[in-house]
């Protein structure tokens, strides 16, 4: 029997009520969330299945808003039913689990899930359903016609036809050659106002909203991760904390320069002992007055800064009070000036004798920005550098925090394109390679992996641009749901490029194909803007629990 958007509904609902369940029983287990850390997995499966649930409700109104605008082909809903299926699939799977571990059981699972919900569920994943959605992809070599309103469909063309045109043809070259970005791309992004999409008109934006910004960001990432994907994401980070804390001064000082591409940000928040713990950073800033100027020294290490080379300023969070036990309350976010350079490895001295090394860390992957261990002898910068000035002092660890949750949403936007490009790369080589004596796209395996593929894909990206609007209706409100979208978008890119990778066979381990680049490229995702189990137990563990 063919799935119906009816089953679909069904099994949402299904889902829904089990995961509702498990919430309860997980608030009871964790004491309202402040007990999580004594019950860590469970509340991994939780927060996962809640992410699932949320990604599947966003499939069905993207496809109830397609059908209202008459766009609702038939494939499309195809694809909204399989990726429900498969969400819920996971979903159920995921908290059977834990039931007893929840105080559920069995009879709760088959409350939620009965014998004719899970043959529905099994309609929405059905071999025939995923072969049918894999054969159009081998037919239309994978292409993303996710439908958008004019305006959206207009950028994702532009930026599809720049990315196709000036980042794609230099992709593999850079990756192979570990290059630094070249400063073409960043001058032509520039042009076309990218670096401003999320900066108001009045600051030298062009303030066009967070799903342009995401949708810049997913062809971009489609293209290249590491060479164009990542590149309006430092920006961005910094100018959530500038517009969230920083002065006006600083707001017209330093915005207009982002948004023009003058100057390339880093952000430097990691530390070689410290990671997901923020609050514990100890790289400090002290008050001193250098050659007459106010402001503050900066002493200690940092690691893990994007594009630290090239960036012509670090955002960076400092330890300015040394009562280490006010944690979060004793750190400020300052921009830190540094000239600019493309080499791998560099050392600046200031006149008044500050001094700053800086050695890119070699990464299977993700080359073209660099990630840099940084280490602060005395360096200086004037009072007016740290955001807020006096009444930012102790408020960076927010500052900051406001900041990742942007760069969680883009990462999201990247995780979809990255997955997006493993999947048109693929169709392509199933078409064209031949076995048996046919082409591979022609198998039933192929097929139902390319479906697959496909349904992960549209719930990633029916997660990822939700969470786009939900921000520029109130960014602190959706801070959890773009940490779900990042989590899941990126567990996608990294789900579908391994498939990719295996169906190129024995050429998907060789560099002469853009598949072993996209493959090494996604094992990153789900490590930074947030570490894979931080974001489940410290960010949309604590939002479903309580805490």
Same mark, same amino acid.
């Given at each position: ?11 949402? %609902? *299904? ?5 509702? !369940? ?54 499309? $809903? ?59 992809? *081998? ?11 004019? &305006? ?47 900066? @108001? $008109?009045?600051?030298?934006?062009? $303030? ?17 991760? #590491? ?20 002065? %006006? ?9 982002? #948004?023009?591409?003058?100057?390339? *940000? ?22 001193? &007055? ?46 830190v000036p540094k000239p600019a350079t493309r080499e791998h490895t560099f050392e600046f001295t200031q006149p008044g004798g500050g001094r700053l090394v800086g050695k890119a860390d070699a990464t299977p992957g993700y080359r073209g920005m660099h990630s840099y261990t940084l280490n602060f002898e005395r360096w200086f910068v004037p009072a007016d ?7 930012? $002092? ?25 997955? +997006? ?17 046919? @082409? ?13 593929? &496909? #349904? ?17 209706? !109130?960014?602190?409100?959706?801070? @959890?749901?773009? #940490? ?13 490029? +391994? ?12 560099? %002469?194909? @853009? ?13 930074? %803007?947030g570490v894979k189990p931080i974001l489940e137990l410290k960010v949309i563990g604590k939002a479903i629990l309580g805490a």
């Open positions: 029997m063919t799935a119906s958007l009816a089953d679909a509904r069904l099994v949402l %609902e *299904a889902g829904s009520r089990l995961l509702a !369940d498990s919430v309860e029983s997980a608030k009871r287990l964790t004491q309202g969330g402040a007990d999580i850390d004594d019950h860590q997995v469970v509340t991994e499966r939780v927060a996962y299945a809640a992410t699932e649930a949320v990604a599947a409700h966003e499939v069905l109104a993207e496809l109830e808003r397609w059908r209202a605008e008459g766009k609702a082909t038939a494939i499309r $809903e195809k694809t909204a039913i399989a990726a429900v299926g498969e969400l819920m699939t996971n979903l159920s799977f995921r908290l059977s689990g834990v039931a007893d571990e929840l105080g559920l059981g069995d009879a709760a699972v088959e409350r939620s899930f009965p014998a004719a919900v899970r043959n529905a569920l099994r309609r929405t994943t059905a071999e025939s359903l995923l072969r049918e959605l894999g054969a159009n992809v *081998a037919a239309t070599r994978g292409a993303n016609d996710w439908a958008l309103d004019e &305006t959206h469909e207009q950028v994702r063309d532009q930026v599809r036809q720049f990315a196709a045109e000036e980042i794609a043809p230099h992709a593999e070259h850079i990756h192979r050659s570990d290059e630094t970005i070249p400063e073409s791309f960043i001058e032509k992004m520039a042009e076309l106002g990218f670096f401003g999409l999320s900066i @108001p $008109e009045a600051y030298g934006g062009v $303030e066009m909203g967070n799903l342009a910004m995401i949708l810049t960001t997913e062809e971009l990432s489609r293209a290249s991760l #590491a060479a164009a994907g990542s590149l309006i994401t430092r920006p961005e980070i910094l100018t959530k904390a500038l517009m969230g804390g920083g002065t %006006e001064a600083q707001k017209k000082f330093w915005l207009p320069k982002l #948004a023009s591409g003058e100057i390339m *940000a880093g952000i430097s928040v990691t530390e070689p002992d410290i990671g997901s713990d923020v609050a514990s950073v100890k790289c400090r800033a002290s008050r001193a &007055t250098v050659g007459g100027v106010e402001g503050w020294l900066i002493d200690g290490p940092k690691a893990w800064c994007t594009f630290a080379g090239r960036a012509n300023v670090l955002a960076v969070l400092l330890r300015t009070d040394a009562d280490v036990s006010k944690g979060a309350k004793g750190l400020s976010l300052f921009v550098h740290l955001v807020g000035e006096a009444a930012g $002092e102790g408020r960076g660890f927010y500052l900051q925090m406001a900041g990742f949750a942007a760069g969680r949403l883009q990462t999201g936007g990247r995780g979809c394109g990255l997955a +997006q490009a493993a999947l048109e790369e693929t169709a392509k080589y199933v078409v064209d390679r031949k076995q048996f004596e046919q @082409p591979i796209s022609e198998f039933q395996l192929t097929q139902y992996t390319l479906g697959k593929m &496909t #349904a992960q894909i549209a719930g990633a990206r029916a997660i990822t641009y939700a969470a786009a609007r939900a921000f520029d209706e !109130d960014e602190r409100a959706a801070a @959890p749901l773009a #940490a779900q979208a990042k989590l899941l978008a990126c567990d996608v890119a990294v789900s579908t490029t +391994q498939s990719g990778q295996l169906m190129h066979g024995g050429w998907g381990y060789a560099e %002469e194909y @853009p598949i072993s680049r996209y493959v090494v490229d996604a094992t990153v995702l789900p490590i930074f %803007e």
